[in-house]
C-alpha cells in the first residue's frame, strides 16, 4: 500500500538546522509531486513546501521561504526538507504529504522542537 515515513525531527536550538526525510513506496514517486506541512499544538496543519515531480516547481509558505529548502531523489523516493536558520515558533510535528488518485496520503509525522 501507499506508504510515507518521515524521519529526521528532534531537539535543536534556536539558529540551527535539520533534514528531514520521507520515504515513499507503494506508487511511482517520480511521477507525483510531493509536499511538506506542520502542525504545532493547538493551531491547524500549515503547508510549508511544494516540488513537482520531477524536481521543478517548487513553492514555499511565505514562514519558511529562505530558510526551508524542499528536493527529492526520485531514485531513491525519497522526499527532503532541509530546514536552516529554525526558530522556536518552527516546533511542530512534520509531515510528507502527496495526492494519491482521490486520496490525499500523509505520514506519521516527525517532531521538530527548538528550544535553547
Known amino acids: 500500500q501507499v506508504q510515507l515515513l518521515e524521519s529526521g525531527g528532534g531537539l535543536v536550538q534556536p539558529g540551527g538546522s535539520l533534514r528531514l526525510s520521507c520515504a515513499a513506496s507503494?506508487?511511482?514517486?517520480?511521477?507525483?509531486?510531493m509536499s511538506w506541512y506542520r502542525q504545532a499544538p493547538g493551531k491547524s496543519r500549515e503547508f510549508l513546501a511544494v516540488?513537482?515531480?520531477?524536481?521543478?516547481?517548487?513553492n514555499y509558505a511565505d514562514s519558511v521561504k529562505g530558510r526551508f529548502t524542499i528536493s527529492r531523489d526520485n531514485a531513491k523516493n525519497t522526499l527532503y526538507l532541509q530546514m536552516n536558520s529554525l526558530k522556536p515558533e518552527d516546533t511542530a510535528v512534520y509531515y510528507c504529504n502527496t495526492d494519491y488518485y482521490a486520496t490525499t496520503v500523509w505520514g506519521q509525522g516527525t517532531q521538530v522542537t527548538v528550544s535553547p
Open positions: 516540488i513537482g515531480a520531477t524536481g521543478g516547481g517548487t
Open positions: 507503494g506508487f511511482t514517486f517520480s511521477s507525483n509531486a
